[in-house]
């Protein structure tokens, strides 16, 4: 089956094969879509397992009807309704119904008719009514597989036979049309691959990332909290969170102190007066918090502020405060900058959906000449960070959109800018043609954490329109004044996101040179507890943080406890340790317990947490 043709694509659209051969649809320009695990394969797939899954849920439950059953990321799903609830528990034997139908290799067959006689074949089926509502054409397909008949534009697969791996996960509900005055319908999910091996994976790396979610070990390991009393979607970070987060902006400030950025601070709140001329009160209004504060000493006369949702506004002023000269070219400003920008609650999702959050952001002052070489610098600081972390990354450009200012020629200028310090990297990356923002091309960072998920985090943004609205400057060799470009970019995205990654990529077992905790001792003993501290005491010397679990629980118990917390080192002090100022390392991962010299261990600690980027 493996190399069977089981659609077509023509430009974005994919047809299926009973869709080019009812509308004898020319396929000489065609790409055809194979069966696999491609992107355009499994949107065919999915979408045809929403079907199999009606008629398996038809056979089970015959009074069953039907809504849309459309593709989603990673799967599909069917609204619809059922006499009798269907829970969870029901899932299973829905999918063996459906594995069953697939091995009957129904061909999956197409026929056209009027909408009027779609209204009529379709009477007793309100939902039904409401698809055909939507649908503005006069005529109207129908897909029939085995007795099984279904309203739909497809595409679908050719025959049952290609849906063998399929896996349903979970019963929702679903108000119709998302409209929560209507009725609740049933909604059901599931993913399908075309090969065994795929879904199997697939369900592996769901587990997996069910394990590390970082919301679950967050809570598990004390490191930060949501309190909807405190404000929803704005997280307080626990002192081993805080800590954790403390050890990633030490990194990252050094590091970017080493490249020559120069460290700046703009105010968290900034007139309405400064949003209007940057064209953020008009165009993102919506995302944004405001505030009053009084203009006059009585209070009388109030203004607006916006709560910042992006730092570039005070940096473009502090570039503007004073004459610059080509000279100082290229300015390199960063900012841990705390930013809001508003959520819809049901969206927030742990660290990696906030209202607050802080970026690694910085922008950069430069002339067009100077885009390649400082976009170069920027992407070689990216691959540093990502590799430090163990992330594999993957980068795409996106270019010139139809509405967009700037000159056709600076806008040229930059596009091969960035394509030219792409192509000196020498690897490979995606290019999004008119993908770009009305004010500049960008490139994009993806990584993929260690279980194969991908993740959006760093960008770089070329900006020819901020300098323009603040009207800054610079003087060139000729003493006359020039526009410079600004590049934002931004290596980690945000803390609160990446920190979520990391917890979920690490599974929670942070490297020595960000863990917030390095160590934790186990005293056998009272009178081991002083040795214990004493070494905590040298540590701390030199800022490494160390806990003693000392409570009256079973020293097993303790070990087992200090154990899920996932540091690196636990470390057993008895008798022999405290005589010969020796440290019992257990080794989790390895199930061993090593000895070693007092001193030998504060100065490994030290060197694994001394890490310059
Ligand atoms: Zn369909
Ligand atoms: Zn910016």
Request: charged share 30%.
């Amino acid at each position: 089956m493996n190399n069977d043709i089981i659609g077509y694509k023509t430009g974005d659209n994919i047809v299926d094969l009973q869709t080019i051969e009812a509308k004898n649809i020319d396929i000489n320009n065609a790409i055809p879509i194979y069966f696999n695990d491609s992107e355009d394969a499994l949107e065919i797939i999915r979408h045809s397992a929403a079907h199999l899954m009606a008629q398996a849920i038809k056979e089970i439950y015959p009074d069953a009807k039907f809504y849309v059953g459309p593709t989603v990321e990673n799967g599909f799903y069917y609204d619809l309704k059922t006499s009798t609830p269907i829970t969870d528990k029901d899932l299973k034997g829905i999918e063996k119904k459906m594995k069953a139908l697939a091995k009957k290799k129904f061909p999956i067959e197409r026929y056209e008719v009027t909408k009027a006689e779609a209204v009529e074949k379709f009477k007793n089926d309100e939902l039904k009514q409401e698809v055909l509502k939507m649908i503005p054409d006069d005529v109207v397909s129908i897909y029939k597989q085995g007795d099984f008949e279904d309203l739909c534009r497809g595409p679908h697969v050719p025959n049952t036979k290609y849906l063998q791996n399929v896996k349903l996960q979970k019963v929702a509900g679903a108000y119709l049309g998302g409209d929560s005055k209507n009725e609740m319908l049933t909604r059901i999910y599931g993913t399908a691959f075309a090969t065994k091996d795929s879904l199997a994976k697939y369900l592996k790396m769901l587990e997996e990332a069910l394990k590390r979610d970082h919301r679950k070990l967050g809570r598990e390991l004390e490191l930060w909290m949501f309190d909807e009393d405190v404000a929803p979607g704005m997280p307080i970070w626990l002192p081993r969170g805080a800590m954790l987060r403390a050890n990633l902006e030490k990194l990252l400030f050094s590091a970017h102190i080493r490249r020559n950025y120069e460290p700046v601070r703009g105010p968290e709140l900034l007139r309405s007066y400064m949003w209007k001329i940057s064209g953020h009160y008009y165009n993102y209004k919506e995302n944004m918090y405001f505030t009053e504060i009084e203009r006059d000493e009585e209070g009388k006369e109030a203004e607006e502020y916006g709560i910042k949702p992006m730092n570039c506004l005070a940096h473009v002023k502090i570039f503007g405060h004073k004459t610059r000269s080509y000279k100082e070219l290229p300015l390199r400003f960063f900012e841990f900058g705390t930013v809001h920008r508003h959520e819809k609650s049901g969206v927030l999702h742990g660290l990696l959906r906030v209202r607050e959050f802080t970026q690694d952001d910085a922008h950069i002052f430069c002339t067009p000449n100077q885009i390649e070489e400082e976009v170069i610098k920027v992407l070689d600081f990216v691959d540093t960070i990502m590799q430090k972390f163990g992330f594999n990354y993957e980068m795409e450009i996106s270019t010139r959109p139809e509405k967009s200012i700037g000159e056709d020629e600076i806008w040229e200028k930059a596009t091969e800018s960035l394509k030219r310090a792409l192509d000196n990297l020498g690897r490979s990356y995606g290019v999004d043609e008119g993908g770009g923002a009305f004010y500049g091309p960008k490139i994009d960072i993806k990584i993929t954490d260690a279980i194969g998920r991908k993740w959006q985090c760093g960008t770089i943004q070329v900006d020819f329109n901020l300098p323009e609205r603040f009207d800054v400057s610079y003087v060139d060799e000729e003493n006359e004044r020039k526009r410079p470009v600004m590049l934002h970019r931004a290596i980690i995205g945000s803390f609160e996101r990446f920190i979520a990654i990391l917890t979920e990529h690490y599974a929670g077992e942070f490297p020595t040179f960000i863990a917030p905790i390095k160590a934790i001792f186990v005293p056998i003993a009272e009178s081991h507890i002083e040795y214990a501290k004493e070494i905590q005491k040298e540590l701390l010397e030199e800022d490494i943080k160390t806990e003693i679990l000392a409570s009256n629980d079973s020293l097993n118990k303790r070990i087992r406890n200090a154990e899920k917390q996932r540091v690196g080192y636990v470390v057993v002090i008895g008798d022999e340790e405290v005589e010969n100022s020796l440290v019992a390392i257990r080794d989790r991962k390895k199930r061993e317990q090593y000895k070693m010299k007092k001193g030998e261990f504060i100065e490994m600690i030290k060197k694994l947490s001394e890490v310059k980027l």
